[in-house]
């Protein structure tokens, strides 16, 4: 089999390994997934994103994404700018404005002028049977916005999130202390809550001002990242929906900035922030699998 050609990019710090699957054929696997992701033996990640070509009429591309457990998820922000940022650097369109279909349905990226992406990322999802979230027996508090927040128990310690989905499952809860926040002990915790059927990824939202948070996202499948685009959506939308912040909104992480912009109701969600492209090489399958011990 010929050697299977890769990008490294990364978006505010969420790095992933880019695979054109269209050019060459991949077949991918949750082992070969991991065996990419692993930061040790492998080329290290996390995610790897697939670009395909278009499934159907009227969408340019299809973007698959794997987490480094090798599990396929449905969506990812910073991977949905980088994977336009991928496809105009080779040819692949010369559109500003692309359609790619996902899993979780239909985004829109579009490259701006001065090299950013933005994304629009559909609107949110509060209704807890399609987050999914497993809502039977709870009473939540409303927010002074309006949202609710749902009581969540993570191993004795009582906590309240806003449960959404940005085309992947999310829980926010807000912190007076990001530095502080015991985002390695909870973030676990609630990734693998039995209310989410799907597992969750976990948000740790500090409030600046109103136009300013500082956010850590437990991800679910790859544990604390510098950086979720997703997350970012989602914790700025929990943030609007209690009352607390005004779009657009400024989100630090610690991988870098984005800018997200979301005018309530059924308006979607625009993620603006950087796509870079880090190096290019190429790897053997069996070698690479080879490399890498199984997982127990």
């Known amino acids: 089999m010929d050697p299977i050609r890769f990008t490294k990019m990364h978006g505010a710090g969420n790095d992933f390994v880019v695979l054109d699957c269209i050019a060459q054929r991949v077949e991918m696997t949750p082992r070969l997934a991991r065996a990419i992701a692993d930061r040790h033996r492998g080329i290290g990640c996390d995610q790897i994103l697939l670009v395909e070509a278009a499934p159907r009429a009227g969408v340019d591309f299809r973007y698959r994404i794997f987490n480094a457990d090798g599990g396929e998820v449905e969506q990812c922000g910073n991977g949905a700018r980088c994977f336009v940022r991928f496809v105009h650097d080779q040819g692949l369109t010369a559109e500003r404005l692309i359609r790619v279909e996902t899993r979780s349905g239909l985004i829109q990226p579009r490259l701006e002028d001065d090299g950013r992406v933005c994304v629009d990322m559909g609107s949110p999802v509060f209704d807890p049977v399609r987050v999914p979230f497993d809502a039977a027996g709870l009473q939540p508090a409303a927010s002074p ?17 806003v449960v959404v989905s940005m085309g992947n499952p999310h829980a926010v809860q807000v912190v007076a202390d990001l530095d502080r926040a015991a985002v390695g002990e909870i973030g676990p915790l609630v990734e693998a809550h039995p209310r989410f059927p799907a597992r969750v990824n976990a ?20 544990g604390e990242t510098l950086s979720c685009g997703t997350g970012a959506c989602a914790a700025v939308v929990a943030g609007i929906a209690c009352g607390l912040l005004d779009s657009p909104v400024e989100v630090s992480t610690r991988g870098g900035t984005l800018t997200i912009e979301w005018r309530g109701a059924q308006n979607p969600v625009l993620m603006t922030g950087p796509a870079v492209t880090v190096y290019r090489g190429e790897f053997e399958v069996a070698a690479l699998l080879e490399a890498v011990a199984p997982t127990p």
């Open 203 to 222: 948000g740790f939202m500090q409030v600046l001002d109103r136009h300013r948070i500082r956010l850590r996202v437990y991800e679910r499948g790859a």
């Open 145 to 161: 916005g309006g949202a609710l927040l749902w009581p969540l128990d993570a191993a004795g310690r009582a906590l309240q999130v």
